[in-house]
């Protein structure tokens, strides 16, 4: 398991999955705000809708570790207390944070800040690993991959106001999201045991409750409209989760957390491009294929460095 998840093909390409499907979550969540026409105001109805989505895919996270290993979790009582601590860093604490920060910025800002956790991940660890120091090539990658986020945003709106509920809370959602980054990585260090399903599903599962909770206290009664169309693409929004954590979790536990987050600022990139493919008024733009191109050069200057420093 840990040589495949550690050749550099199988980690960008494992990681290009995960930001894949990170990137049409943009464009799912928002057509599934119209279906169940939340409002883009009402937050409860945002944070109450991301609970079913989380605690949805828990359940699927199990079930598809049940289909592969035929057996259930190993569950010891140590996990506990790390797992829904990562699952308030991870899922609660910043998506409560992100959804009222999104609804209070415009779009260029939302984009960059959120690119921001890329930057504080890299930077933290830096410090705190002794083989995921900052170097040159990583240095020109992250500038070229935050130029290029920069770059497909361009044009949208961009304001230098600041708000603490707006800009300021996305700025919060970048930091729990570096903090869930680095304590998934310490989880993994000293419970070598533990299972990446038990700490994706756990984590969701957890989380998910008190998002849920959260949620229904300012709901509206019929905010939700629930159909056969909406909730197919709750469902999908779910395996979105459940798949991208799982198999981000398992990058995470044999790779350096700053090298391998570098490529979750693919993910603006392909949250813009789905969003072309299926959102009614995107188009493609020279702004998003320049942005692209950057990112990928980024990307590509990355693993340069990589064969340099490990010589593969």
């Not at 705000?33 to 991301?50: P, Q, S």
């Not at 800002?109 to 956790?117: D, P, R, T, V």
């Not at 961009?158 to 800009?167: Q, R, S």
């Not at 993910?267 to 072309?276: H, R």
Request: aromatic share 16%; glycine share 10%.
């Amino acid at each position: 398991m840990e040589k495949f998840f550690t050749k550099k093909h199988n980690v960008f390409i494992i990681s290009l999955i995960c930001m894949a499907l990170w990137g049409s979550a943009f464009p799912v969540v928002k057509i599934g705000y119209d279906m169940l026409r939340i409002e883009t105001g009402d937050i409860f109805g945002k944070i109450y809708f991301a609970g079913l989505r989380f605690f949805i895919a828990s359940i699927m996270v199990y079930l598809i570790h049940w289909i592969l290993h035929k057996e259930n979790f190993s569950f010891h009582k140590s996990y506990m207390k790390p797992i829904i601590i990562l699952g308030m860093l991870q899922t609660s604490l910043q998506y409560f944070f992100f959804y009222i920060g999104i609804a209070n910025t415009s779009g260029i800002k939302s984009a960059i800040l959120q690119s921001g956790s890329t930057f504080f991940t890299v930077i933290a660890a830096h410090f705190i690993y002794q083989e995921d120091r900052l170097n040159t090539h990583k240095v020109i990658s992250l500038i070229l991959g935050f130029s290029g986020v920069v770059i497909v945003n361009m044009g949208k709106n961009f304001d230098l106001g600041f708000k603490f509920i707006g800009e300021g809370f996305l700025i919060l959602a970048g930091l729990l999201s570096t903090m869930a980054t680095l304590y998934a990585k310490n989880i993994s260090n000293k419970i070598g045991d533990i299972s990446p399903f038990l700490l994706s599903g756990g984590q969701m599962f957890s989380g998910s409750l008190i998002l849920l909770i959260v949620g229904k206290i300012g709901i509206k009664g019929d905010t939700l409209n629930f159909t056969l169309s909406s909730f197919s693409l709750l469902l999908y929004a779910a395996f979105i989760s459940a798949a991208a954590f799982t198999l981000w979790y398992m990058i995470l536990r044999y790779n350096p957390p700053g090298r391998v987050s570098i490529y979750r600022l693919f993910i603006p990139i392909f949250g813009s491009i789905f969003s072309v493919l299926f959102v009614k008024g995107e188009h493609f733009t020279i702004n998003l294929i320049l942005g692209l191109i950057l990112v990928v050069l980024g990307i590509g200057i990355l693993n340069i460095g990589d064969r340099i420093k490990y010589g593969s």
